[in-house]
């Protein structure tokens, strides 16, 4: 199944693993949104997240200032390890728990 998949930030913390904390906190602080033009500290507040088929997460929120929609890709893939457990999530829920949402 090729598309973007929900998980919860439980999920994300699993796949991160102990960079969770610092990696999720410098990503959140590291965006540019294009409705305001502004980037500064916490500017995502985060309110879904997204597996992709490469194993990356995508977390979409709104900018903290104008509220406008804003998206910021964490590339969890690359790491192996993290690949690794991003693709045993991604499988238990598509194949066993089916608790998830499709990205459209």
Do not use: H
Request: one cysteine or more.
């Amino acid at each position: 199944m090729y598309v973007d998949i929900s998980i919860t930030e439980e999920d994300l913390q699993l796949i991160m693993g102990r960079n969770f904390k610092p990696r999720y906190a410098a990503a959140l602080r590291d965006v540019f949104c294009p409705a305001c033009r502004q980037k500064e500290d916490d500017a995502v507040l985060p309110e879904k997240f997204w597996l992709n088929p490469a194993g990356d997460v995508i977390v979409e929120g709104a900018c903290a200032r104008c509220s406008a929609p804003i998206e910021k890709l964490l590339e969890t893939g690359i790491d192996p390890r993290q690949y690794d457990q991003a693709m045993a999530i991604r499988e238990y829920k598509v194949e066993i728990g089916k608790d998830y949402e499709v990205r459209r």
